[in-house]
């Protein structure tokens, strides 16, 4: 399996431009993640889906961000406009529970400069 | 009081050291004690995995866990300088999909 995949890898924009960040999960896992780590933050959990249905979005910074998972291989999280203080590396993780407990697959991120 | 307090480091230790690694919680609902390896541009990757107290070993990782003290451990012996990434720890409560992370420690091993 390839795990789960990203895109892009970076992406540079400037502030006030659409940013589309991609995931593709592993295959059967039926819970998909979105975090976003910074310095300043660490690892914080954005949205959660499980079986294609958003669960938690609570980590959602604001409504410039949403996240769609139209089918169990994709997913996206949109950020409309963006701001500089967005920039960040995104992660998209997958995972399948074990008794009961996620453990998280994660993909190599999208890092994110907002100018 | 944050929930999970973890050294950010650096650490650097010279290859073949025995490497301590350490997270503090607050939360005494936790029940699952996780660990996670992050190289350099990488996203982390689940390194252990325990549950409860005790002792968790797995080739030169062991994991550790003191509930009575909200202290966990991670312990590298023999280390490399391919150990040499930033370690998360994370935390869940029972049946929860809800990770808390460690900001991490980043350490060095060097040949």
């Known amino acids: 399996d390839a795990g789960v995949i990203q895109s892009p890898r970076h992406e540079v924009t400037e502030m006030g431009q659409e940013v589309t960040l991609r995931c593709k999960p592993i295959?059967?896992?039926?819970?998909l993640f979105w975090y976003r780590q910074t310095m300043m933050r660490g690892l914080e959990l954005l949205i959660y889906?499980?079986?294609?249905?958003?669960?938690?979005d609570s980590g959602m910074p604001e409504d410039r961000f949403s996240a769609k998972m139209p089918n169990a291989s994709f997913s996206t999280l949109k950020i409309q406009p963006s701001e500089p203080r967005d920039s960040a590396v995104y992660f998209c993780a997958s995972s399948l529970p074990d008794r009961g407990v996620e453990k998280l697959f994660f993909g190599s991120g999208t890092q994110l400069s907002v100018l | 009081q944050k929930e999970v307090e973890q050294d950010p480091g650096p650490l650097s230790v010279p290859e073949g050291a025995i490497v301590s690694l350490n997270c503090t919680y607050s939360?005494?609902?936790?029940?699952?004690f996780m660990w996670y390896r992050q190289y350099s541009r990488k996203g982390p990757e689940l390194l252990m995995y325990t549950y409860s107290s005790g002792n968790k070993e797995d080739g030169r990782f062991t994991a550790q866990v003191d509930k009575s003290s909200k202290y966990i451990s991670l312990f590298i012996r023999d280390s490399q300088p391919s150990d040499s990434a930033t370690y998360l720890c994370a935390m869940v409560t029972g049946s929860n999909y809800k990770l808390t992370f460690g900001k991490g420690t980043l350490l060095t091993v060097n040949p």
């Open positions: 939360n005494s609902a936790f029940q699952y």
């Open positions: 295959s059967g896992h039926n819970s």
């Open positions: 889906f499980n079986n294609n249905v958003p669960i938690d």
